[in-house]
Antibody, heavy 122, light 112 residues
């Protein structure tokens, strides 16, 4: 069974950083990208970026460039997403998802992690 | 503003058919990039319903179907059930946004 298990909820102050983990199991970790998507309260899904677990290569959405870093530890099949300089608007549920290649540049996301609530609160 | 445009809400009675549209542009759907659809229930992880415009993963009922034409795509749900009440999102690729994946703004389906 393919599973992505994320770390628990976090509460951070504005200006701080948060690092969310995503442990993969049930498939070859290095075979597909790990993507990160967030959902702020009352908002839709927002794609943040991708990380190739085999090479470590990354690509970030414009809205997050300079603040987000996606990494991995292949020995424990775990991906990480770190977001710095947090502000209240970053309060959201953060999801990791396996990116399945499809067509030219496309990815479909399956499965998804259970989500990690990050609350930015002063 | 989302790159892909969806209606904020749709509704239907049990047993009816509803469709959810997803309108893009020449840099994403119109450029031939594929569309994928997700169902998102509150407090749970999103679940893929349709990938590659028309394909259903195993386990997804055939009441769900997808189509794509020009710069738009659609998700159709037939035989509406109470358990279908959820948020639905389309997703594609946009070459003008540094190779970004993009989502629609989401559509809330209410089963009357």
């Amino acid at each position: 069974q393919v599973l992505l298990l994320q770390s628990g909820p976090e509460v951070k102050k504005p200006g701080a950083s948060v690092k969310v983990s995503c442990k993969a199991s049930g498939y070859t970790f290095t075979s597909d990208d790990i993507n990160w998507v967030r959902q702020a309260t009352g908002q839709g899904l927002e794609w943040m970026g991708w990380m190739n677990p085999k090479s470590g290569n990354t690509g970030y959405a414009q809205n997050f460039k300079g603040r987000v870093t996606m990494t991995r530890n292949t020995s424990i099949t775990t991906a990480y997403m770190e977001l710095t300089n947090l502000r209240s608007q970053d309060t959201a549920v953060y999801y990791c998802a396996r990116g399945r290649p499809y067509g030219r540049g496309g990815r479909w996301f399956d499965p998804w992690g259970q989500g990690t609530l990050v609350t930015v609160f002063s | 503003q989302s790159v892909l445009t969806q209606p904020p809400s749709v509704s239907g009675a049990p047993g009816q058919r509803v469709t959810i549209s997803c309108t893009g542009s020449s840099s994403n759907i119109g450029a031939g990039y594929d569309v994928h659809w997700y169902q998102h229930l509150p407090g749970t992880a999103p679940k893929v319903l349709i990938y590659g415009n028309i394909n259903r993963p195993s386990g997804v009922p055939d009441r769900f179907s997808g189509s794509k034409s020009g710069t738009s795509a659609s998700l159709a749900i037939t035989g509406l059930q109470a358990e279908d009440e959820a948020d639905y999102y389309c997703q594609s690729y946009d070459y003008r946004l540094d190779g970004s994946q993009v989502f629609g703004g989401g559509t809330k389906l209410t089963v009357l």
